[in-house]
């Protein structure tokens, strides 16, 4: 005889199918980076840097002073913040560490618009983070929530933080001279394709 199945452990394989990428429409982006300036604080200017940059969120919480060279006008990616769960113990903690992929690992333009932001808020501790001004980060999950409530604030439309990432990639496609090639290194991706 054939033993019953539970069907409740059985795992179904995820959707595959593409995801379609949202972007904020230029009037979105206009009117976000309007609420920013007029309530621009180190947490607030950070969704500008993302917005002009593409850094990830975690890369984001990960950027500290030492990883900004105002005499050369780069960001330099090296790490990120995650929280992991740990299994075993049933809990979770905060890592920070490399980023996942060596692509992931890179140096990126401070476009001209953002050099005085990022200079306003750059305190020269090399080990002070860019969002805290602290030696301690800010963890994803609390940027994800402040985004969320100055989005609802500024009344704003909803957006995903990572929708900020695809709003950058969109805007350089837009600019006539900008390659792929530079865009995919800038976003940190393993190859074009991925990009496009």
């Not at 593409?18 to 904020?24: D, E, F, N």
Request: with cysteine; charged share 25%; net charge positive.
């Amino acid at each position: 005889a054939i033993p019953l199945l539970n069907w409740d452990l059985i795992e179904y394989p995820k959707e595959s199918s593409p995801k379609s990428v949202i972007a904020l429409s230029k009037e979105e982006e206009q009117r976000l980076i309007q609420c920013i300036y007029m309530d621009l604080n180190r947490r607030s200017a950070g969704i500008l840097v993302a917005l002009f940059t593409g850094l990830r969120i975690g890369e984001l919480c990960g950027l500290r002073m030492d990883d900004i060279s105002l005499a050369d006008n780069t960001i330099r990616v090296q790490r990120t913040v995650q929280r992991i769960y740990d299994k075993r113990k049933g809990s979770s903690y905060i890592h920070v560490g490399p980023p996942k992929t060596m692509s992931s690992m890179r140096t990126i333009p401070i476009p001209s618009l953002l050099t005085n932001i990022v200079r306003k808020f750059h305190d020269g501790n090399p080990n002070h983070y860019f969002l805290t001004g602290k030696s301690v980060p800010t963890e994803p999950r609390t940027y994800r929530q402040y985004f969320t409530r100055f989005l609802r604030r500024n009344q704003l439309p909803n957006c995903k933080f990572h929708e900020i990432r695809h709003t950058f990639a969109v805007r350089a496609i837009e600019i006539p001279e900008f390659d792929i090639k530079s865009l995919s290194e800038i976003l940190g991706h393993k190859n074009v394709s991925f990009t496009l």
